[in-house]
């Protein structure tokens, strides 16, 4: 961190110690527990934050549900609505460099990624979602009532937001994820309790100053950090909240479910992969070279929908696999703010253990590590960038997610074997194509069951892009106008004439 001298308010924002945001107001978890953040590339605590729990969650919600039923921001017209989201995207853009510095050293990704995909991404998110503000509509629709001859209606539709929504959230894109969230939450007119994740709680407080700022009423985000068995769980449980929408591991994703049966609040997922990275023979060699790499190591492989099974055409599986692992081994793992650094650490020693531990069933399995494969120094949670063959379908390797920068690599024959290949998963979140056959390319995309297919492309990324999983993948979709309908109930209203 000696190569950077940190924003000011950002020094401010990490050594004092961090309280819940509850209507408005910064508070102390009623407990007065806290518990530390610690910064992935050192291993040493970056700040103290208040743990909400229960308790916490449960003033939280009271607090978006006044906010909902008696504040100002139901009274608002669309259009003002519509601003307030607009000026959140502006001030993200205006604090660029500060949530950059908060996602490096909470999260560990470089800076240089933060400053460039992270903070735009978010900003444009909720540009994006301000838009609809003003565009949430019901239809008219003609009725023909058989029971009812001669008889006239006027029928139509009204899109309302569902109420008070709970949002859980990882930590692999701390601002990004509660941006997806957020914006389609917002511009629906819904109020939300948002609880960030325990590894990276500082971007949503940070957040939260700037949505006051920019003119959010009190109680219409509230930000309550805590773990997720405690608070999360409670969130999911609530009867006071209308709808729950999560992200992170399909476990955790069927205890939300399960929760939520309580009330039937509506519910909607983004859940793990396994997304296949399929290169044809006839594919462009750099870009599917660079393009396999990118699919994988990318926020240090985690991500849902990295390309974490790499299929190639058997005439060009060693060109492409060697390709790959001489990426892997010019990687610069490093401290985030070193300008040098290319990957920075694992979030948490938690997930350090857990994708160590996949290489060693792999090993024992009998899969062939290419490069990469262990730790990367005693200090910080470095994981080398690895690449493994020589696997069988049934492995664990090749059927759970790692979530760390590991790729499986297996070689294929025919479009109708690969096709199979990639759908042998429970998770259906993403996959990449790489061919310049466009009619092979779209042939096989039609084909695959996931939520999002990239031709000679991968982790392309976009506002307007819906975003979700089939399968074990998750429930619903986020971003795009498919977003808001997550966000909205739906009301039939009939008059006779
Ligand atoms: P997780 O699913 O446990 O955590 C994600 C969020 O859920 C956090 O905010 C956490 O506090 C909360 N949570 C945890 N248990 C909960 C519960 N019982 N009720 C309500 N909320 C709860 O994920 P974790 O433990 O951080 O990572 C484990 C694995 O999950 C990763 O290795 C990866 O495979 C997967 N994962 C997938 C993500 C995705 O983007 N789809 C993101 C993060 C993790
Ligand atoms: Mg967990």
Not at 418 to 439: E, K, M, Q, V
Request: a negative charge; proline letters at 5%; one cysteine or more.
């Amino acid at each position: 961190m000696s190569t950077v001298t940190l924003n000011k308010r950002v020094q401010d924002f990490v050594i004092t110690r961090r309280q819940l945001f509850i209507n408005g107001q910064l508070v102390d978890a009623k407990s007065g527990k806290t518990f530390d953040t610690v910064n992935p590339a050192t291993g040493e605590t970056l700040a103290t934050i208040a743990e909400g729990d229960a308790a916490d969650i449960d003033l939280a919600v009271r607090a978006a549900r006044r906010a909902f039923d008696d504040g100002p921001w139901g009274r608002m017209t669309p259009s003002e609505r519509g601003r307030i989201i607009w000026r959140i995207g502006d001030l993200i853009s205006e604090h660029l460099e500060e949530f950059a510095e908060l996602e490096t050293l909470d999260n560990g990704k470089p800076l240089a990624v933060a400053r460039a995909a992270d903070v735009p991404l978010a900003a444009e998110l909720f540009r994006y979602m301000a838009g609809w503000a003003t565009k949430i509509e019901g239809n008219t629709i003609p009725l023909s009532v058989p029971y009812a001859p001669g008889a006239e209606f006027h029928a139509y539709t009204l899109r309302e937001p569902v109420g008070v929504v709970g949002q859980i959230i990882p930590w692999n894109f701390p601002l990004l994820m509660a941006a997806w969230k957020l914006g389609p939450a917002l511009a629906t007119g819904n109020t939300v309790v948002l609880k960030p994740a325990e590894q990276t709680p500082l971007s949503a407080l940070y957040l939260a100053e700037i949505m006051a700022e920019a003119g959010l009423p009190d109680g219409v985000v509230n930000v309550v950090n805590g773990y997720g068995e405690t608070a999360g769980a409670a969130l999911a449980a609530h009867p006071g909240v209308d709808k729950i929408a999560f992200t992170g591991s399909t476990e955790v994703g069927r205890l939300i479910a399960t929760a939520a049966t309580g009330n039937l609040k509506k519910v909607s997922l983004e859940l793990g992969g396994k997304s296949p990275n399929i290169v044809f023979a006839d594919a462009d060699p750099q870009a599917a070279i660079a393009g396999a790499a990118n699919a994988i190591f990318f926020n240090h492989g985690q991500c849902c929908v990295a390309g974490s099974r790499l299929y190639v055409e058997a005439d060009r599986f060693d060109e492409v696999v060697a390709g790959v692992a001489d990426i892997a081994k010019s990687i610069k793992l490093g401290d985030g703010f070193d300008p040098d650094t290319q990957m920075g650490p694992l979030v948490s020693d938690e997930q350090l253990e857990k994708v160590g531990g996949f290489l060693d069933s792999g090993r024992q399995e009998g899969a062939t590590v290419v490069t990469g494969g262990a730790r990367q120094g005693d200090k910080g949670f470095f994981f080398q960038p690895t690449v493994i063959s020589k696997t069988r379908p049934d492995m664990r390797v090749v059927r759970e997610e790692i979530f760390g920068p590991v790729v499986v690599a297996s070689p294929f024959e025919s479009l109708d074997e690969i096709a199979a290949t990639a759908n042998d998963s429970p998770y259906g979140l993403g996959a990449g194509i790489w061919t310049r056959d466009i009619s092979k390319a779209h042939a096989l995309a039609k084909r695959i069951r996931a939520g999002t297919v990239w031709i000679n492309c991968y982790n392309v990324f976009d506002a307007a892009l819906p975003f979700g999983g089939y399968k074990q993948s998750g429930w619903g979709r986020e971003m795009g106008h498919e977003a808001l309908e997550a966000y909205t109930e739906l009301k039939a209203v009939c008059t006779q004439l």
